[in-house]
């Protein structure tokens, strides 16, 4: 459960105590904020536990104290926390007789509480409903794929009505039910085919909510239904309902996710063989970067061998469209001139040659896949990108204007941790983009220096114009301002050190640094300063 006023009042540590408000402790708290702002309104959104010492109220002013409270109350705020001991050694009366009036639970904060423990207490509670929440949700989607495949899609509505502690109901393409659980909602679902019908007209995925089928028998029983579309094509194969007595929660929400995801795979019967592998691709390498290794290991069973548990690369490609096809010339995405095609193909083979697994996923513009460290597939996504980085001949697509291509390489990575694989290779992908290469390996981009990354008109721009002032005034013959801030930097800030390196008195260069400091409009006091002119200097330095 979410954390409440009630729930922090009673915690042993924290030490509330309840001075207005008694019968409003039961209300959610969504978070705790700090502010001693006259009017924290504008920055409110609605559910907070404001917390305040009146560093800048008159709380000992009835009228003022009034409009203050309500001001909160209307925008939401479920809870005050006044620290006594700070600025007042009790709450004013004011205060209290304000929040009683609107009805807003005020908490005292003795001063032995920081207001950290309470915004610490508010954070830990949240976050442990939402582990709650999301390990539910996954143990749902455990349940739903056991019962797909063990029972088909009857067991799987069953598994998932009792999930959501509400029914659930598939439908063809005509609209005209298909299963139901439990079997009591036969006539619920019927009532909803016309819905159905609509939704089948939206493009898939397509979704929608009705206002309830209700029984003329029952009308007590009426309920909240989710319509969701079942398949990949255009137009949706079937459907899936699901009715409950209120909104679904999160864990709630994960299950009817992956009962979308699992009945579209089983659902998708006119698809050929490959078409479905593409969805189950999808789905473990959505489970991997979910963070549920062994749950991609039950979908994935034996199909891709032991790719999921040996050490892999993830390879995220991106497709860069040539100038003809920018203008609207050319073949469509996914025709000729399609580099990913052509990447997938070269990797899918050598891997095949070489007894390998590889699990490739398209994403639009982009290319997902996942290879054995070490692999053929590895090594033929590097030798065609530099191929086609060095313009030796690569395989190309089929006809048409030829697509540029941009790839990123993750380092070595295991199933626990292919969210941080997958990350590592989209961060290479962006270096990869910016430099104009066709393909940039995430362990290289350790290896060397940051200077490098510095080697952009932009950055050199950025230093000239924050050096060019110290340049005119050294020109000038009145100083080297330049060479001794280097220096100073150099050392840290250390004065005896920097002046000997430099052959002057420490308190010439104190007099330069305070020059500096003149000229620039900065302090080098600020480490941000200090940080940006170091990079400037190593920036200009190294052209």
Same mark, same amino acid.
Request: glycine fraction near 10%.
């Given at each position: 459960?979410?954390?409440?006023?009630?729930?922090?009042?009673?915690?042993?540590?924290?030490?509330? $105590?309840?001075? *207005?408000?008694?019968?409003?402790?039961?209300?959610?708290?969504?978070?705790?904020?700090?502010? !001693?702002?006259?009017? &924290?309104?504008?920055?409110?959104?609605?559910?907070?536990?404001?917390?305040?010492?009146?560093?800048? #109220?008159?709380?000992?002013?009835?009228?003022?104290?009034? @409009?203050?409270?309500?001001?909160?109350?209307?925008?939401?705020?479920?809870?005050?926390?006044?620290?006594?001991?700070?600025?007042?050694?009790?709450?004013? %009366?004011?205060?209290?007789?304000?929040?009683?009036?609107?009805?807003?639970?005020?908490?005292?904060? &003795?001063?032995?509480?920081?207001?950290?423990?309470?915004?610490?207490?508010?954070?830990?509670?949240?976050?442990?409903?939402?582990?709650?929440?999301?390990?539910? +949700?996954?143990?749902?989607? @455990?349940?739903?794929?056991?019962?797909?495949?063990?029972?088909?899609?009857?067991?799987?509505?069953?598994?998932?009505?009792?999930?959501?502690?509400?029914?659930?109901?598939?439908?063809?393409?005509?609209?005209?039910?298909?299963?139901?659980?439990?079997?009591?909602?036969?006539?619920? *679902? /019927?009532?909803? $085919?016309?819905?159905?019908?609509?939704?089948?007209?939206?493009?898939?995925?397509?979704?929608?909510?009705?206002?309830?089928?209700?029984?003329?028998?029952?009308?007590?029983?009426?309920?909240?239904? !989710?319509?969701?579309?079942?398949? $990949?094509?255009?137009?949706?194969?079937?459907?899936?309902?699901?009715?409950?007595?209120?909104?679904?929660?999160?864990?709630?929400?994960?299950?009817?996710?992956?009962?979308?995801?699992?009945?579209?795979? $089983?659902?998708?019967?006119?698809?050929?063989?490959?078409?479905? /592998?593409? =969805?189950?691709?999808?789905?473990?390498? @959505?489970?991997?970067?979910?963070?549920?290794?062994?749950?991609?290991?039950?979908?994935?069973?034996?199909?891709?061998?032991?790719?999921?548990?040996? &050490?892999?690369?993830?390879?995220?490609?991106?497709?860069?469209?040539?100038?003809?096809?920018?203008?609207?010339? +050319?073949?469509?995405?996914?025709? %000729?001139?399609?580099?990913? +095609?052509?990447?997938?193909?070269?990797?899918?083979?050598?891997?095949?040659?070489?007894?390998?697994?590889?699990?490739?996923?398209?994403?639009?513009?982009?290319?997902?896949?996942?290879?054995?460290?070490? +692999?053929?597939?590895? *090594?033929?996504?590097?030798?065609?990108?530099?191929?086609?980085?060095?313009?030796?001949?690569?395989?190309?697509?089929?006809?048409?204007?030829?697509? %540029?291509?941009?790839?990123?390489?993750?380092?070595?990575? %295991?199933?626990?941790?292919?969210?941080?694989?997958?990350?590592?290779?989209?961060?290479?992908?962006?270096?990869?983009?910016? =430099?104009?290469?066709?393909?940039?390996?995430?362990?290289?981009?350790?290896?060397?220096?940051?200077?490098?990354?510095?080697?952009?008109?932009?950055?050199?721009?950025? *230093?000239?114009?924050?050096?060019?002032?110290?340049?005119?005034?050294?020109?000038?013959?009145?100083?080297? #301002?330049?060479?001794?801030?280097?220096?100073?930097?150099?050392?840290?800030?250390?004065?005896?050190?920097?002046?000997?390196?430099?052959?002057?008195?420490?308190?010439?260069?104190?007099?330069?640094?305070?020059?500096?400091?003149?000229?620039?409009?900065?302090?080098?006091?600020?480490?941000?300063?200090?940080?940006?002119?170091?990079?400037?200097?190593?920036?200009?330095?190294?052209?």
């Amino acid at each position: 459960m979410r954390p409440t006023l009630a729930s922090l009042v009673h915690h042993s540590a924290l030490k509330l $105590t309840v001075r *207005a408000g008694e019968d409003r402790l039961d209300t959610p708290v969504r978070w705790a904020h700090v502010s !001693e702002l006259a009017d &924290p309104v504008p920055y409110m959104e609605g559910g907070e536990l404001l917390l305040i010492t009146a560093l800048k #109220l008159d709380a000992e002013d009835p009228a003022a104290m009034h @409009r203050y409270v309500k001001r909160l109350a209307d925008a939401g705020v479920v809870g005050l926390g006044f620290a006594v001991g700070v600025n007042y050694d009790e709450i004013p %009366g004011a205060l209290v007789d304000a929040a009683r009036k609107e009805g807003l639970p005020l908490l005292e904060v &003795p001063r032995r509480t920081p207001f950290l423990a309470i915004s610490k207490a508010v954070s830990a509670a949240i976050a442990a409903d939402q582990y709650r929440a999301v390990t539910a +949700g996954f143990a749902a989607q @455990r349940e739903l794929t056991r019962r797909a495949l063990t029972d088909g899609p009857e067991g799987l509505l069953a598994a998932l009505a009792s999930q959501v502690d509400g029914w659930a109901a598939l439908y063809d393409a005509s609209g005209a039910v298909v299963a139901t659980a439990p079997e009591w909602a036969g006539r619920r *679902a /019927g009532r909803l $085919t016309a819905d159905v019908r609509r939704l089948r007209e939206r493009p898939a995925p397509a979704s929608a909510v009705v206002g309830g089928a209700e029984d003329p028998e029952h009308p007590e029983n009426a309920d909240r239904v !989710e319509l969701h579309s079942l398949g $990949t094509s255009r137009r949706p194969r079937s459907a899936l309902a699901v009715g409950t007595a209120a909104a679904l929660g999160t864990a709630e929400r994960y299950a009817v996710h992956s009962a979308v995801a699992l009945l579209t795979l $089983t659902t998708e019967r006119s698809r050929s063989l490959y078409e479905a /592998g593409l =969805r189950i691709d999808e789905a473990v390498l @959505r489970m991997l970067l979910a963070g549920e290794p062994d749950h991609a290991r039950t979908v994935a069973g034996d199909l891709y061998g032991g790719l999921l548990d040996a &050490p892999f690369r993830i390879i995220v490609a991106e497709s860069v469209p040539s100038a003809a096809r920018a203008h609207g010339r +050319g073949s469509a995405a996914g025709t %000729g001139g399609d580099r990913l +095609g052509a990447l997938a193909e070269v990797v899918e083979s050598a891997a095949a040659r070489a007894g390998e697994a590889v699990l490739a996923v398209p994403e639009g513009e982009r290319l997902v896949m996942l290879a054995t460290d070490g +692999g053929a597939a590895v *090594a033929a996504c590097v030798e065609y990108a530099s191929a086609l980085e060095t313009g030796r001949p690569a395989p190309d697509p089929a006809g048409g204007d030829e697509d %540029g291509l941009t790839v990123g390489l993750s380092a070595p990575s %295991g199933p626990i941790a292919a969210s941080a694989a997958y990350k590592q290779a989209e961060q290479a992908l962006s270096v990869a983009r910016r =430099r104009g290469r066709v393909c940039v390996e995430h362990e290289h981009l350790a290896a060397g220096s940051v200077l490098p990354l510095l080697a952009d008109d932009a950055v050199r721009a950025f *230093a000239d114009g924050l050096l060019r002032a110290l340049r005119d005034h050294d020109a000038t013959g009145r100083g080297d #301002l330049v060479a001794s801030l280097r220096a100073w930097l150099s050392r840290h800030g250390q004065w005896d050190a920097a002046a000997a390196d430099l052959g002057v008195h420490r308190h010439t260069l104190r007099y330069r640094m305070r020059r500096v400091e003149e000229i620039l409009g900065r302090s080098l006091d600020d480490p941000d300063v200090r940080m940006e002119l170091w990079l400037a200097l190593k920036t200009t330095s190294a052209e």
